[in-house]
């Protein structure tokens, strides 16, 4: 079982409209969650970070984050062209006495905004 | 000013090669890492450094060895390329294991023919 799991889409999105994105992970111990975009040729960039239950809004962004479920989501309001791009859901661990608290990515949910 | 660069940017060499790249940070922090990015975008940790100390090593063949002179940098070193090491390469950094990794490097995409 895949540890951090996306849809890897495409998904189509009008322009104007909400992308909605998902993203599982199977270990509970998980401490921070994190939404990247990677736009094609590029490096990932940094757009949320969420730690605690519930919705945590920035601009056209907001996360969602459900511990208990295991599920964290990225809401995309009124998408533009230039949101055009693959999201990668990342998971934090917390630190243990055998792990540093690595950071583990999802394959990424390619979001395709149409005109 | 960036704030990882890593170099080269494009790596094409043949099968058994023996190659490098470097990575540089001047975000002052002390944790550094390298990751793969295979042809699914799948983004997977190789290594991560802290304070020159090696914390992280996945399972990557021991024909990848990095190395880390001091904090600001962390290189990679690859023997005897292979095409399954045909990837792109990303550089990080974060302020403590803990730290949030807010910035990547450019990447350096290798191609083993």
């Known amino acids: 079982q895949k540890e951090v799991e996306q849809n890897s889409g495409p998904l189509s999105v009008p322009e104007g409209a909400i992308a909605s994105l998902n993203c599982t992970y199977s270990?509970?111990?998980?401490?921070?969650f994190f939404w990247y975009r990677q736009y094609s040729g590029k490096s990932p960039e940094l757009i949320m970070s969420?730690?605690?239950?519930g919705d945590k809004e920035d601009g056209r962004f907001t996360a969602q984050l459900n511990k208990a479920s295991q599920y964290v989501s990225l809401l995309i309001r009124d998408s533009q062209p230039s949101d055009s791009a693959t999201y990668l859901c990342a998971v934090k661990l917390r630190p243990s006495t055998d792990s540093w608290g690595k950071l583990q990515f999802g394959a990424g949910t390619q979001v395709v905004v149409t005109p | 000013d960036t704030a990882v660069s890593q170099t080269p940017k494009y790596l094409v060499t043949q099968m058994g090669n023996d190659k490098s790249i470097k990575c540089e940070q001047n975000?002052?922090?002390?944790?550094m890492y390298w990751y793969k990015q295979d042809s699914k975008k799948f983004l997977k940790i190789m290594f991560s450094?802290?304070?020159?100390?090696?914390?992280i090593n996945e399972t990557v063949p021991n024909r990848f060895s990095p190395k880390s002179p001091d904090k600001a940098h962390l290189n990679l070193h690859i023997n005897s390329l292979e095409l399954g090491d045909s990837a792109v390469y990303f550089c990080?950094?974060?302020?403590?294991?803990?730290?949030?990794?807010?910035?990547f490097g450019a990447g350096t995409r290798l191609s083993v023919l």
């Open positions: 975000l002052g922090h002390d944790t």
């Open positions: 450094y802290n304070n020159k100390e090696l914390i």
């Open positions: 990080a950094s974060s302020q403590g294991t803990g730290g949030v990794i807010q910035y």
């Open positions: 969420i730690y605690s239950n």
């Open positions: 270990d509970r111990v998980s401490q921070s």
